[in-house]
């Protein structure tokens, strides 16, 4: 099989038109092709001669995903997409309209290798990566599903969250270099500000992540996008009970981490993801430890009340428990959200992907 097209990186790109003799600017144009008009085959790139075509022809292919279902929620529009890959394996993302955004929640592997007690996508296990032309292909297979009608006011993708199947930072350089494609003005060109990567805490990575020299790819550097530490848990003991790479990388380490993220580049911040769950870690005395790792570390807060599936041991905490640990953090003054997941009625909210059972 020929290589997919979307798995190069833009200098590697640039360096097979070099390699083939061919003018560096094609590189600009083979990009606005694929990433902005979404062509299926080279035969569409009609400002590319008929000689450059057949070379990319020979050469590469135009990596597809095939829609293999959509559940559309009936509560708040949000639809949950399952998409079959090359091999047969499969991964979902989810579209969520709101009111002045659409924004895109894509997969960065096949199943999760964290084994995070309160997700469901860790009951897969990691059965592999996803390349870098995978990823983009969500975006661009959902692109060309607005395209064709979906009922959104604006059917332009404006914001994307690594928050679907997989740990993105345990998929590095092909995340790294499919984010500068997303960011690359002739590639899909979404603003950076409007990008987030979540991670459980994978410290080196995260410390990498906010540094010059992110990979070997030389033409991959910082990003310059949003990040994101899943939280969950106050105490080392806790954290360990519901997130196995405690183990590994314990809370302290963790957030030392996201601290050197944060003295990167002047203004940076983390957002901590705090998924409640009931009688685990809504307590009051879970709000005040929240607030003392936040009085540490430059951040907003998210709060996320738990999203439940039948094979799960967790339920949603109360409401009153919800805003009481909301106001304890909002009387002391930092900027904290309460996150009620979108797509719930199909099995598409927080935590809730998973590609091997019906959904």
Known sequence: MLANILDLSIPALEGWIASQG???????????WLYQKRVASFDEMTNLSRETRALLAGNFRIGRLEVKA????????????????????????????????????????????????FCRTAEMKLLRNLTQGEILAQILETQR????????????????????MGEPL??????????????????????????????????????RFGSDAGVSDPGVSDPGVKLALSLNATTEEGRLDLMPITRKYPLKRV???????????????????????????????????????????????NLIPYNEYPSSPYKRPAAEKIDAFFHYLADRHFQVNIRYSKGLDVNGACGQLCSLTPS
């Open 22 to 32: 061919l003018k560096q600017y094609l590189s600009g144009q083979i990009l606005q």
């Open 70 to 117: 959509r559940h559309r929620s009936t509560v708040d529009r949000s639809t949950k997409y399952l998409f079959r890959l090359a091999d047969g394996k499969s991964v979902e993302s989810v579209l969520m309209p709101q009111k002045n955004r659409l924004t895109l929640c894509v997969s960065s592997q096949v199943g999760c290798a964290m084994g995070c007690k």
């Open 145 to 164: 599903e607005l395209a064709d009608g979906e009922r959104v006011s604006d059917p332009r993708i404006t914001n994307i969250v690594f928050m679907g």
């Open 170 to 207: 345990h998929n590095y350089e092909a995340v790294l270099s499919s984010l500068r494609i997303m960011t690359d003005p002739k590639g899909i060109g979404i603003s950076r500000r409007k990008i987030t990567v979540s991670t459980v805490g994978l410290a080196p990575e995260i410390e």
């Open 255 to 301: 957030l030392e981490a996201c601290r050197n993220y944060t003295r990167t580049k002047p203004g940076r911040r983390v957002t901590l993801e705090y998924v409640m769950m009931g009688g685990v870690n809504d307590s009051l005395a879970d709000a005040k430890r929240v607030a003392e790792i936040g009085s540490h570390l430059p951040c907003k807060i």
